[in-house]
Structures are given as structure tokens and as C-alpha cells.
């Protein structure tokens, strides 16, 4: 009896290693991609909200928007751009 709550036992051990391993690198997986969208979109909407103020403030319509918007792109993928970098 003892020796098959032992086995049992050692089943049970090496099925939660083998979960923790997976689940952790599908965690892992799920943050990088978060932290990539955040990086990308982040830079993007500030750049569409400044250049919406601006273009507010000294009654000018598109021309702010659309150099901030640019600015935001540009800045999201060098974001990315970094990051990427980095896991290297």
C-alpha cells in the first residue's frame, strides 16, 4: 500500500513540473506580447492626442495631428525596435 502512495506520489510530482514548465512559458510568451502592443500603441494615441490639442489650440485642423500621429509610429517601433534588442 505504501509503495503505491509512493508511486503515486512521484506521478503526481513529475505532472506538476511538467505543467509549471509549460504554463510558465506560456505566461512568459503572453507578457511579451502585452509589453510589445503597450510599446507599439502607447506612443501612438499620446501622438494622436497632442497633435488633436494642438491642432485645437492654434485652430489649425489636420496638421498636427498627422506630424504627431507620424511621430507616434516612429516612437512605437522604436520601441519595438529596442525591445527586440534586448531579448537578444
Do not use: H, Q
Given at each position: ?59 489649425t485642423k489636420p496638421i498636427f495631428f ?23
Open positions: 500500500m505504501k509503495k503505491n502512495i509512493s508511486r503515486l506520489n512521484e506521478k503526481i510530482e513529475r505532472f506538476e513540473t511538467k505543467y509549471r514548465s509549460k504554463n510558465k512559458n506560456k505566461s512568459s510568451n503572453i507578457n511579451i506580447g502585452l509589453k510589445f502592443s503597450l510599446e507599439l500603441i502607447s506612443p501612438i494615441i499620446m501622438g494622436i492626442l497632442i497633435g488633436i490639442g494642438c491642432d485645437k489650440f492654434f485652430s498627422l506630424i504627431f500621429l507620424l511621430l507616434g509610429i516612429i516612437a512605437g517601433f522604436w520601441n519595438i525596435f529596442k525591445s527586440v534588442n534586448r531579448l537578444k
